[in-house]
């Protein structure tokens, strides 16, 4: 029988592990890869020594470490099993050994999912589950010394140690060890070992933070615990932390519940399905599915794979600005932005340009069309912005965008002070010699056609934007007419703020770029400041709009007319047919009374 169980635990412990791997590989790897690009490890002593000298900076040191291999989303996956597999073997050494019922393992997975349903969200810091592992690890160790006085000074120095991992960690891990003298071991010492534990706990953060950090002291007691955690994940981080010591301390207040091995099959198919309803609607209620489609857009975007950010816009099953944002790059990159405009979701004139924020990811997303566009200063000035504004510090996505705007811009000090730190890193390294190599030669340089693009675009009169959309684009445009990008979304722009008088006056440029025929949607436009300003057919006449355009035009207006007594039967038959035109945005989309200035 005894054989049997130890089969049945290695049984469970493996079909976990498996199927532990296969959820983080399958369904959580955009999470994993945007884990990756928001730290930036670096084998110096100098980031060592800046990481640690805050309460808690070893457990960050060793999560940066880690996490920089998630740069392969299957050794993302495969560390996330393992730390998550160490919190079941944890748990179940534990359980074994103050003898809580556990015959086939089952209850000792519960903290291992919580972790499991918390890391599938995106937003979640994987340094709480490194905190709460260490706690477990040392205290499983720690019960294994049998001598009392040996596992006393050992316990008093190993919570030392701990600190300078994590403060939440020393403190988990105290809690277990107090619960543990005073409930489960008992005797007539146990009040002076657990006053002990818990001087230490009170006393040593107090000191460090008096002689080491220079944190605040709420930050010398209680960093690397999930304080900032909300909603779900923050429910269920407590779940996990209170799990283990809560199971101690009903053992040693009630102790018939200890030692007593149910072999009612029927109590573990019971723990199994409660198991199953526990990460099925734990799963269910922090999975959304356009979070994940965000993170692929950014992540296609970042690896200028147009058609793949294309592909997933259409997927997306809301209106989203930052959706419009990133669709309508790629809609402009692969040549189809005023062909299939609105076949995309569209939210105004706030999908071309990201209204300024003072924030990390807007700054970080806001970049893109000034880089895309060539106006690099703005897109330097974004980035770094960005840059200041995250938490982790430096980033790999924001170190190139700086990188390649300072070799654009000539300043070569600057890149190569960014790339030197790139060169620190195990698996950008390659990337960083690439560039830094030909920065000892400007002709070398400006041969490189991405620079020699984007230094034919430099603005010279005013490199500072608007604040808002549309961000000085009238006066990049100005000194660059001959930028097709900025053409499309300063006439765009007219388009979707309904500001026809300034469309009509740019129309002419039309002809300056390489358009095969009239753009359909500049077509419709025309049509519908002609029809309002009731202009004759000689003016008609003046643009060569297609037989087709017309023909539907005049669909769409008796449409229109016919339906014009029931309005929301106006709107709702007129989108069926005419939902992808101009005529149907122009008539039934309202844009802020607030227009940039």
Known sequence: MKFRCRNMRWLTATVFSAVTFLFFLMFCRYQIIYHEQQQLFQYHFAYFIRTIE????????????????????????LIFTLIVLSVYAAVRNIFITFGISDRNGFLSLFPAVAFCIILYDYQSDPSYLLTFTGSLLFFTFGIRITRRMFRFFAGCIG???LYFFSPASMLLAASLMIIHELFIIGGRSKYIISAVYLSITGIFPYLAWSAVYTAPLSEAYFSGFPFRETGLAGLLLCFAWLFVPAALLMTGIFPSMKAKKTKNRWVHILTLSVLFAFAGSGLYHVSDKRVILLLRMNEALSREEWGEVLHLSQKYPTSNRLVSYFTNIALHKTGQMLESFF???????????????????????????????GYINEAAHWAFEALTASNSGENPRLLKRLIQTAIINEDYAVAAKY?????????????????????????????LPWVSEKRSRWIKNDFLSGREAPANLPLFFKEHPESKMAFEYLMMFYLLTKNMNEFMNHIGRVFNYDYTSMPTIFE?????????????????????????????????????????????????????????????????????EKLPE
């Open 54 to 77: 805050f309460p808690g900076g070893l457990a960050l040191y060793i999560n940066c470490f880690l996490l920089q291999f998630f740069y392969y989303p299957w050794i993302g996956a």
């Open 159 to 161: 919570l030392i140690l």
């Open 343 to 373: 076949n995309y979701r569209q939210t105004g004139y706030s999908g071309l340009f990201i209204d300024w924020r003072r924030d990390y990811l807007t700054a970080m997303v806001g970049s893109e069309i000034f880089y895309q566009i």
């Open 419 to 447: 790339l030197h730190i790139l060169r620190s890193t195990l698996f950008y390294r390659k990337w960083a010699n690439k560039h830094l190599s030909p920065l000892s030669d400007v002709e070398q340089i400006a041969d």
């Open 524 to 592: 419709e436009a025309i049509l519908v400041h002609l029809n309002m300003t009731d202009a004759d057919r000689e003016t008609y006449m003046k643009y060569p709009i297609k037989k087709e355009s017309y023909e539907r035009f005049y669909d769409y207006s008796e449409m229109y007319q016919n339906y014009s007594s029931n309005p929301q039967l106006q709107k709702r038959e007129l989108l069926k047919k005419f939902g992808n035109t101009y005529w149907y945005y122009y008539h039934f989309y309202q844009p802020p």
